[in-house]
Antibody, heavy 116, light 106 residues
């Protein structure tokens, strides 16, 4: 069955770089896109960006200068890197499979706190 | 970028009530509109895709409608497990979420 699981550090210092991994199973990264979405505590969902099945990427214009999404199809992993973190980047970060009908399967999320 | 305006932000209702939640896009999104339910501490769960298609396993009391820029989620008879937060998402041009509607027990 389709599964996605996020992993990464729970705590990042201000101004540092966040690195997260989304490990997928049950589908091919060459056939589906994977998006990253974040949710600050008590707030709504923010679409961050996508890596498509062909490897192309698109980013939220508000995050574009700090964000990079890449993948390793042989490992079934998608990576998020975001630099210059600030306290407002504290959030739960989700990855989700993006199909022709939009995001369908989601990971459980990983909470990231930006604090010194 | 397409903007999504979701209303209301909060909704207080009772078990058995019929409720509607609305999303308005800043431009035509060609029915590429999904609805998600999120409970506290959980990932979003897709309820409806492309305006009116019910996700497998979702009860038929959930339905969606709309076209162009205006879309609606309807829950025909609220059940206790339906009290949660609901988000719309357009996927016509990349993805944009609505701000969410928190459905609370009256």
């Amino acid at each position: 069955q389709v599964q996605l699981k996020e992993s990464g550090p729970g705590l990042v210092q201000p101004s540092q770089t966040l690195s997260l991994t989304c490990t997928v199973s049950g589908f091919s990264l060459s056939s589906y896109g994977v998006i990253w979405v974040r949710q600050p505590p008590g707030k709504g969902l923010e679409w961050m960006g996508v890596i498509w099945g062909n490897g192309n990427t698109n980013y939220n214009s508000a995050l574009k200068s700090r964000l990079s999404i890449s993948r390793d199809t042989s490992k079934s992993q998608v990576y998020l890197k975001m630099n210059s973190l600030q306290t407002e980047d504290t959030a739960t970060y989700y990855c989700a499979r993006d199909s022709r009908t939009g995001p369908d399967y989601w990971g459980q999320g990983v909470m990231v706190t930006v604090s010194s | 970028d397409i903007q999504m305006t979701q209303s209301p932000s909060f909704l207080s209702a009772s078990v058995g009530d019929r409720v509607t939640i609305n999303c308005k896009a800043s431009q035509n999104i060609n029915k590429y509109l999904n609805w998600y339910q999120q409970k506290l501490g959980e990932a979003p769960k897709r309820l409806i895709y492309n305006t009116n298609n019910l996700q497998t396993g979702i009860p038929s009391r959930f339905s969606g409608s709309g076209s162009g820029t205006d879309y609606t989620l309807t829950i025909s008879s609220l059940q206790p497990e339906d009290f949660a937060t609901y988000f719309c998402l357009q996927h016509n041009s990349l993805d944009t979420f609505g701000a969410g509607t928190k459905l609370e027990l009256k």
